[in-house]
């Protein structure tokens, strides 16, 4: 990873810092510091203030980005991220630059310098792990202008997003990383030194622990690969526990349960070879929630959060298993394996018994599921499912706040009938390219025991083909500013069980 800037908060441009941005709404409604261009030299050049575009002027004295703020009305965290990734590409080869932020009010500062430094780093992240020579990058430093009276609650969102970055760039890293480079056990390793550093307690399970805990699941999968699997459990405590104790005497807890398929070949259901070029990027869920919770502490969140991340390879090995197998998973439920290409629900299974064993008040898995779910809703746009109304609300009011689309599908009763096996409790798959991204959250249901649960398929935005504004080519850590956002705001209304969620077209 490319060392991401350095950033000062600050009343006044820093002698020689000559290089200066400054947002702009449509309408050429300034939202930045009064002055500089008029409003007719930016018409005239054509600057029509839309996010992500840019106006670069140039003098004998200074030089100035306009940056394109949108509508200011509609100005939130992913406009404010997305004109700061756009000036970080625009001097991506300045040693020093400053970004003025003075009298952007549609914002609070905190919120406004966490998404600016959120938007700059991630713009300025590259992973050049594997070039022969790779380039120099060198490092960079970001002044933010403020007001007075925002210096110490912009200081708290640099923090933050700070905190926010480096999670981020942890999902991006092993992401991309070669498959042959990460496997499961490289994974857990890279997981302790995570938590390590960012004060959680950490349990890897290794083979013989799995076999003993019988996640028959994750072994299952893992059986035709020469690479031995792990389970890998993160937990954060809140330093305030005592002071947030429910009247039962619990902690709140949210369990986050994460998809780690280091690659996925398909097993005996073996994907054609340009549908294996982006499957290291199969371990992303995993990526995200281990990244969550070593994240917790820097940012202050006040429950208990545990991510749970079943890894292993599936693989065509003689020993893989084969279509028509059955496996006993951890509650002692059996599925009939009919496409061992279908192998994510299968280890989260497994992910979600635990997870409901810790008695949590809330479970979100993450997992680059479905490739129906891709052919739903494109690239873009993440697909969240789930048995609970006041969770599934909570998880979108999330990924609004943080500028990560996601869309809500049923999970229609009806269609369980598609899971019905002639030998076991349930197939893994439903009928064949009918609802296939409903039908893996209906077999995931099947393990949360009656636990509130919402379920985020990211088969979709998990990686990118072309950067765009905070985003590189490859792995984009979806969903781990979600889940932060989620787990920041979580508030459990002590409810036993799931809220109703047939206004979603449930039958």
């Known amino acids: ?80 991220r ?17 970004l003025d932020l003075r009298g952007v009010a549609s914002l609070p500062a905190r919120d406004l310098a966490q998404a600016v430094v959120e938007g700059i780093s991630g713009a300025s992240y590259r992973f050049e792990g594997y070039r ?16 007075e009276a925002d210096l110490s609650a912009a200081d708290e969102g640099v923090a933050r997003g700070r905190c926010v970055a480096a999670a981020v760039a942890f999902a991006r890293d092993v992401a991309n990383r070669a498959p042959g480079d990460l496997t499961p056990t490289d994974l857990a390793d890279a997981a302790g030194r995570l938590a390590a550093s960012g004060g959680a307690e950490i349990e890897v399970f ?16 893992a059986r035709g690969s020469a690479e031995p699997p792990n389970l890998v459990k993160m937990t954060y405590e809140p330093d305030d526990a005592v002071a ?10 949210v369990a986050l349960v994460g998809k780690g398929i280091t690659f996925d070949s398909g097993g005996l259901s073996l994907k054609p070879p340009a549908s294996m070029i982006d499957m290291k990027h199969d371990m992303s869920g995993a990526a995200a929630v281990l990244a969550v919770v070593a994240a917790c502490r820097g940012l202050g969140v006040r429950v208990r959060v545990v991510a749970i991340a079943p890894i292993t390879e599936n693989m065509p090995g003689g020993r893989a298993i084969k279509p028509g197998d059955v496996l006993t998973i951890r509650n002692g439920k059996t599925i009939e394996v009919l496409n061992t290409d279908a192998e994510g629900r299968l280890v989260l299974s497994d992910g979600l018994v635990l997870a409901t064993e810790e008695e949590p008040d809330a479970i979100v898995d993450v997992a680059t599921l479905t490739g129906a779910c891709v052919v739903a809703l494109g690239g873009e746009v993440a697909g969240v499912m789930g048995n609970d109304s006041v969770v599934l609300g909570a998880l979108e009011e999330a990924a609004r706040r943080a500028g990560e689309p996601v869309w809500r599908l049923p999970l229609p009763s009806s269609y369980r009938r598609h899971l019905d096996s002639d030998i076991a409790d349930l197939k893994n798959v439903g009928k064949e390219r009918e609802a296939g991204a409903l039908v893996a959250g209906l077999v995931l249901e099947e393990f949360v025991a009656g636990r509130p649960w919402a379920h985020l398929d990211i088969a ?25 956002e989620f787990v920041g705001a979580f508030e459990p209304d002590g409810a036993a069980g799931p809220r109703s969620a047939d206004h979603l077209g449930v039958g």
Do not use: N, W
């Open 244 to 253: 947030l104790r429910g009247p039962d005497g619990r902690v709140p807890t």
């Open 1 to 80: 990873m490319s060392p991401l800037p350095s950033f000062e908060i600050t009343t006044s441009a820093p002698a020689g810092a000559e290089a200066t941005g400054r947002l702009v709404g449509t309408g050429l409604v300034a939202l930045g510091r009064e002055g500089g261009v008029s409003e007719a030299v930016a018409r005239r050049r054509g600057f029509g203030a839309t996010v992500g575009e840019r106006l670069v002027l140039v003098d004998d004295d200074r030089s100035e980005i306009l940056l394109g703020a949108g509508d200011p009305g509609r100005f939130g965290t992913l406009e404010a």
């Open 206 to 221: 290794d083979e013989a622990r799995i076999v003993a805990e019988r996640l028959g699941g994750l072994l299952g999968v």
């Open 132 to 147: 022969s020579a790779p380039p120099e990058e060198p490092s960079r430093r970001i002044h933010l202008l403020v007001g």
């Open 460 to 484: 979709g935005p998990a990686h990118v083909d072309e950067a765009r504004y905070e985003l590189q080519k490859g792995a984009t850590a979806f969903g781990v500013r979600t889940l932060l």
């Open 82 to 98: 997305r004109a700061a990734a756009v000036f970080a590409r625009a001097l991506a080869s300045e040693a020093e630059c400053v």
